[in-house]
């Protein structure tokens, strides 16, 4: 057993899953954990501590955390594991049963794990602690940056919208944020550590300030004005959220980079009306004119469910035609997946597994021609690139200030450094571009 006393050479392994808040806050429980000097454990090594931060975004997203925590747990019989996360939150019952379990945490609870892991770790093995609460409104900052080149910075939580098809407001609780001070302040510690780069996340981050005075739109001119980060990118926010005087302020300002990701969802109004989404296909259409009015190079990325409920052959067309008339960079595609909880439920006109996965080919097809063709209008052109950190013997990667991955001869002295790349060509097979550097 560990000497709760001392966590010299107590280690910890995370296994995160989902989206970026997610890994924002694990990197926030690992700076807290290794402030009571307990170390992530090394490749390789056994851990004393297993801390897995569950998603739920899809019955498959539950499979495989279920999958995980069965690894760790037979993989380490001695370790203390917490299961903590949105599948946590919607099924501590489940998880509390599952042998080997030590400790479950809702989202709620998830950074004041480190609060408590002396006490646990002191009691082991008996303790079986359920804690999610139904009614979550605490804001928790986080921040994650360790061994990236980007920091991903958590600008809100929550969501209110109730879109039919989704739990996240059940497991993440309502739309909340932290104060502009607040997240100014975490900017300049990411400038002050070095980091270049700043992603803002959250569930629903255009809904920043609800219920307060100041909104996204104030939130990102503060930034804006940060010394050192150079570079900010806006995660996915909804369109009726990303008005055009965003768009447009994006388009003048140097750090906020030409990058968007919209969720559309469905390219029919009759879907996004049983999604009980907050837009209609032109609206969205709006969106994308207006970005590429504005932004003329910017990278737009679409999340899109193909396969809910409802969504008839007809309407799956009428979805393929509205997004192919798009001017839009990429598709994340996401077969519908039933939830329990959820309204969706009580829509008829059920799509089988076998013509879900069809329509997620084509539309993975279609993604596929709009990121060539997206990605051919910059060949030969000279862009900036943040290149990462090279893995020895390894090509060195970076991002365009438009999102473009591009692969480059490694130098260590230029990683973390802004510099003028050359888009040379595509390399076939893989959404990488081969670029060289001018120095
Ligand atoms: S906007 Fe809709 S899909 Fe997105 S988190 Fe909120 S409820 Fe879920």
Redesign the pocket.
């Known amino acids: 057993m560990i000497d709760a006393s001392s966590f010299d050479n107590t280690t910890a392994l995370f296994h995160t899953f989902g989206c970026k808040l997610n890994f924002a806050e694990s990197s926030t429980i690992a700076k807290a954990l290794a402030s009571k000097g307990i170390r992530r454990a090394s490749i390789g090594e056994t851990p004393d501590i297993v801390i897995i931060n569950t998603c739920s975004v899809t019955e498959m997203a539950d499979k495989k955390c279920r999958q995980v925590i069965h690894r760790f747990v037979s993989k380490y019989p001695e370790a203390l594991v917490i299961v903590t996360g949105c599948y946590a939150q919607l099924k501590s019952q489940e998880i509390a049963q599952m042998p080997g379990v030590d400790i479950v945490m809702g989202t709620d609870q998830k950074l004041a794990i480190s609060r408590h892991i002396d006490k646990w770790l002191a009691g082991r093995p008996k303790l079986r602690e359920v804690t999610p609460t139904k009614d979550i409104r605490e804001f928790h900052p986080s921040c994650s940056g360790e061994d990236r080149t980007r920091y991903f910075l958590k600008i809100q939580d929550g969501?209110?919208?109730?879109?039919s098809?989704?739990?996240?407001?059940m497991a993440?609780g309502r739309s909340r944020s932290g104060t502009i001070a607040e997240i100014v302040g975490q900017a300049r510690k990411v400038a002050e550590e070095g980091g270049k780069e700043i992603v803002l996340t959250g569930?629903?981050i255009g809904d920043f300030g609800k219920g307060r005075p100041d909104t996204f739109f104030d939130l990102i001119r503060e930034l804006d004005e940060v010394d050192g980060i150079e570079r900010y990118r806006i995660s996915s926010i909804?369109p009726n959220l990303l008005t055009d005087e965003i768009i447009d302020w994006v388009g003048g300002s140097k750090r906020f980079m030409p990058h968007f990701h919209i969720?559309l969802?469905a390219g029919s109004d009759e879907i996004l009306k049983l999604m009980r989404?907050?837009y209609d296909t032109e609206l969205f259409r709006h969106r994308i004119e207006r970005i590429r009015h504005s932004i003329p190079d910017a990278f737009i990325g679409v999340d899109l469910i193909v396969g809910a409920r409802g969504e008839s052959e007809d309407l799956f067309q009428k979805s393929y035609d509205f997004v192919d008339s798009l001017d839009i960079s990429r598709l994340h595609v996401f077969p519908y997946s039933e939830r329990p909880g959820t309204r969706a439920l009580d829509i008829d006109g059920i799509v089988t597994q076998q013509e879900k996965h069809r329509r997620t080919c084509l539309m993975l097809g279609l993604s596929e021609r709009k990121l060539a063709d997206f990605t051919s209008r910059f060949i030969g052109t000279v862009r900036d690139v943040l290149p990462e950190e090279p893995k020895k013997g390894k090509p060195m990667f970076g991002l365009t200030d438009n999102y473009l991955r591009v692969c480059m001869a490694p130098d260590l002295s230029l990683a973390n450094t802004i510099v003028p790349v050359r888009l040379d060509s595509p390399i076939p097979e893989s959404e990488l571009i081969n670029g060289t550097i001018l120095k």
């Open positions: 969501c209110d919208y109730w879109c098809y989704c739990t996240i407001p993440r569930v629903n909804e969720p969802q989404r907050h």
